[in-house]
């Protein structure tokens, strides 16, 4: 289409400079003469004109040719001034005759020109705009078009570790598979589903699987997409969308990210939500005029489902949800296992073992380790991945980018190497904490000098209050080894009081584990579902307690410091032995640690 027309103008452009060129040459070829008024009766008195043609404002014609040359005369034009010649013309023997004008030409350059020049111009600025604002000439009819997939190859077996989820859906399928089954006997089917739970689960993996089992069209949409720069072409899109859906019933119509088109009404005044209400209105207007019974199932997908308008989730339109969680261990594994189809890996992977050294990573993360395995296997000239790529592509994905070549002074050095054995030592002492896997002062990222890998055995969804302890505890051994050794203290523990004041909040404020505040939740009111930062509302408490809660968070933070401190003045000669070995090393494996304990026990 678009080559096609881009064509047909250039046609346009090339005619009209050919009729250019062509008069050109006409008017240059046959030489006329323009000559004054005065002139012009100068040579008719003297006889030497034969023939003149006169328009209204024009005389043109002939001279009378020399005798002696066989040729006819020159050709001359001149401004006509007087209206009446007709008598002297017949006086000199002239012929002559009226002429009604030949305007063509002079249209052509005057009036058609100009207009072919602008039609030009403004079509190029269309192509313009259009390159960078999709479909201004299409009124947001293209967009859907594109996002049909008749083929999807996605099936269930790509998502794995969702179980549940992929349970929920299987109705969906078999609806879509046989609505007629369905219909007939009259039941209920699923209409709106909204697919929920945190970034990079798999919500439109599992959509596009819903969609590759059942076989039918899937229409896809992101949120944003539908919110444009002019208002009203999103509600356009909207009403497009699904009557293209209804044509190829049965088919999924899936708009992932909800929550961008979906926000509640009034939320942020920004201004100019105008268009995304129009177009929120318009989804709504669609979801409750269109029958079930033509098959056309509508998924969605959020991240962020308690800011969505309510009127989204009312019966009859989003009504089911799924939970799309983060995958426990087993979930983690076929999840890896999924991805290592793709790669060659060695026979004997220890899948179970790198699925639990990922706790709390999603499906997204999980793609990416295998493929940073990959990359690093190639890196390393290997034939197969092994299981020390996986070690270390999960360190660089957990702490950021290994740079062995960033340079720190001794100074520092020795600082982080202390700080790091002395969150190990403190691990390795309190019962209930994560064993220690490794401890290193080779930088990585921009935040971390050193890093203590802790590697939980297992999944935890419940922790004891002594739990929640040690790990503060834990948290300050880095600083409490800095104060022991050198007396004075640095920036480096900022992270980790950050974190062990998280921990020390929540245990006040949501696990109601205080001694003097009793068993009493002091969350906000509208809690995000998947506990984001800065997601939490206006508290529900008064500034006194407020003030409480402050005192209580200081008074655990300085009791586990203390706690920290005991325990490394009392393993004294092993934290000196450790941080010797760890500067001389740059990395001391969990066993190492151990077995220089069980030396100065000895
Ligand atoms: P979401 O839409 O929930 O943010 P995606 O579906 O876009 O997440 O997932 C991104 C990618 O991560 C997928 O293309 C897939 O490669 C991988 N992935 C995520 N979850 C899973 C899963 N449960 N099983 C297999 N791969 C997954
Ligand atoms: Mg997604
Ligand atoms: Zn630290």
Known sequence: MEKHHKFSLWYVVLAIWGVLIVHNIFATAVAVQTIPYSRFLNLLKENKISEVAITANEIHGRMRADDKSGDKGELFRTVRVDPEISQLLEDHNVVFKGEIESTFFRDLLS????????????????????????????????????????????????????????????????????????????????????????????KTLLAKAVAGESGVPFFSMSGSEFVEMFVGLGAARVRDLFAQAKQKAPCIIFIDELDALGKARGFGTMGGHDEREQTLNQLLVELDGFDAQVGVILMAATNRPEILDPALLRPGRFDRQVLVDRP??????????????????????????????????????????????????????????????????????????????????????KIVAYHEVGHALVAMTLPGTDPVQKITIIPRGIAALGYTMQVPTEDRFLMRKTELL??????????????????????????????????????????????????????????????????????????????????????????????????????????????????HQETIAGDELKALAEEIKA
């Open 111 to 202: 009036w058609i020109l100009p207009v072919f020049f602008f039609v030009g111009i403004w079509y190029f600025m269309m192509k313009r705009i259009q390159g960078q604002q999709q479909g201004f000439m299409t009124l947001g009819k293209n967009k859907a078009k594109i996002y049909v997939e008749d083929e999807v190859g996605v099936t269930f077996t790509d998502v794995a570790g969702v179980e549940e989820a992929k349970q929920e859906l299987v109705e969906v399928i078999d609806f879509l598979k046989t609505p007629e089954r369905f219909t007939a006997i009259g039941g209920k089917v699923p209409r709106g589903i909204l697919l929920v739970g945190p970034p990079g689960t798999g």
């Open 470 to 583: 040690n790990k503060i505890a834990t948290l300050l051994g880095g600083r409490a080894a800095e104060e022991i050794v050198f007396d004075d203290i640095s920036t480096g523990a900022h992270n980790d009081l950050s974190k062990a004041s998280d921990i020390a909040r929540s245990m006040i404020k949501q696990y109601g584990m205080s001694d003097t505040m009793g068993q009493v939740y002091h969350g906000s009111s509208q809690r995000s579902l998947f506990l984001q930062p800065g997601m939490e509302g206006p508290p529900e408490y008064s500034q006194a307690t407020a003030e409480r809660i402050d005192n209580e968070v200081r008074e655990i933070i300085q009791k586990q410091y203390q706690v920290a401190k005991k325990i490394l003045e009392e393993r004294r000669e092993l934290l000196e032995k450790s941080t010797q070995k760890l500067l």
């Open 328 to 413: 426990d261990k087993s979930g983690r594994e076929a999840i890896l296992k999924v991805h290592l189809k793709n790669v060659q890996a060695v026979d004997d992977l220890d899948v179970e073992k790198i699925a639990a050294m990922t706790p709390g990573m999603v499906g997204a993360d999980l793609a990416n380790l295998v493929n940073e395995a990959a990359l690093l296997a190639v890196r390393r000239g290997k034939q197969k991945v092994g299981m020390s790529e996986f070690q270390e592509a999960v360190e660089r994905l957990v702490a950021g980018l290994e740079k062995k070549n960033r340079l720190i002074n001794p100074e520092e050095k």
